[in-house]
């Protein structure tokens, strides 16, 4: 987790200092819009990709050549000579959308092996808080370092950290290099029983994400998860221009200001968090993903309705500690799926969230030209509590469905609609629990 915070710390200082970068190379604005589309495109097509590649490569060795990849092509650009440097750009962008995903969706999917089904709430709470610092970090030095030592310094540092987390993966100790998809209890043969004639080795990719798409409260849950990108896009985009509103000679202090202040609502979350599954041995589940999902949009909503500074920054300290909810419940609920199906449950969310990023992007910038902030962020947001509410229903309508007893009581995937002995054929369920189940009796 110390090496994923320092890549983290990487990935959000070239985020500002690459597109600095593009702006001053190119000369053009829309430059800097093709990157960002190329670097979102990349990890879209990444999370299409992700699942079949767990199930032929271990996660551990995904992650690794996920940062190896990043560390290369930064130094490629360091050495690219003048008359390259745009296509060197291009290169950085597709390689670094597409790792990113690539190392995230690993991770996330593979920390159930790495610390134990009962510890993973506790392992994505410590990953939300070290790449929360990492963005503040990030965000914050960005400047500083390009203005004193310059983009080249810049990059070599970049470098450095991706080479720094691509080390703590080596040194993983994860059992069988955390490939675990596609190798469990004799499912290889079963699969390449059933498949005799040639077609047999590829049958489990449509079985799997058949067996996702029938799970009507997971696929919401991710299409919820797409939507709430959509609203961030609208805020990421809104920040400076109503920053600017409130002090046009110095907008950066209100936009530096707010993110720090979301930060430590995020990493008070996070401290709570970890003390609850501590004490009570159960995660904040589908549920908690649902009421953070709505707090956090109404939170963002409110920030941009012109309170006064210190309101404000309480409205930022509850948008910061929300979002740490819904990314902890969010994380946790799909790691509850059987390892056949995780990889692919983290792929389809990448997709969905770049689409969504990418998508709020261009319909945010568009429309902040005719409409103000408090309105774009407000039906952008608006859209997130809607779905968010359909799917607190729909979660509600599932657990009274289920019937009492041992047998109503599945795992976090059941609870979205899927139960892991449906899911995989000979595995029982394991008894995990999100928390959207609470115990009464």
Known sequence: MAGYAVSSYGTFLNMVALNLFVYETTGRALAMG?????????????????????????????????????????????????????GALMAVSVVIGACGTLFMVALRSSIPEMVGEDRRAWANSLSI?????????????????????????????????????????????????????????????????????????????????LALAAAPGLGLMVALRGVDAFGSASHNAALPIYSTSLDASNPAVFVSAFWCVWALGNIGAQQVIQRYTQRTGKTVGALGFGYGTVVMSAAFIAAFAGFPLAVT????????????????????????????LRGHAFGLSATFENLGFGVGMILVAAALDRFSALAVVGWSHGAAIVVAVVFLLRVAALRRAEPPGPSGRAGGAGQAGLRKEEAVEGRPDRGDRDGAEVSRG
């Open 34 to 86: 093709l990157f960002m589309a190329v670097r979102l495109g990349s990890g879209f097509v990444a999370g299409l990709v992700v699942g079949a590649l767990l199930a032929r490569f271990s996660a551990k060795s995904i992650m690794l050549w996920a940062n190896v990849g990043q560390g290369g092509v930064m130094l490629l650009l360091i050495l690219a000579p003048e008359s390259l440097v745009t």
């Open 129 to 209: 808080t070290g790449r929360s610092l990492a963005m503040v970090a990030g965000f914050a030095s960005a400047g500083v370092v390009v203005s004193l030592v310059g983009y080249t310094a810049a990059f070599l540092l970049d470098m450095a950290t991706f080479v720094i987390c691509a080390v703590t993966v080596a040194l993983l100790p994860i059992a069988g290099g955390g490939k675990r998809a596609g190798t469990d209890a004799g499912k290889p043969e079963k699969t390449e029983q059933s498949g005799k004639g040639g077609k047999g080795g590829p049958r489990w990719r449509p079985v799997a994400f």
């Open 313 to 340: 920054a309480v409205i930022a300290l509850i948008a910061g500690a929300a979002d740490g909810l819904t990314e902890v419940a969010y994380t946790s609920h799909l790691q509850t799926l059987p390892a056949t």
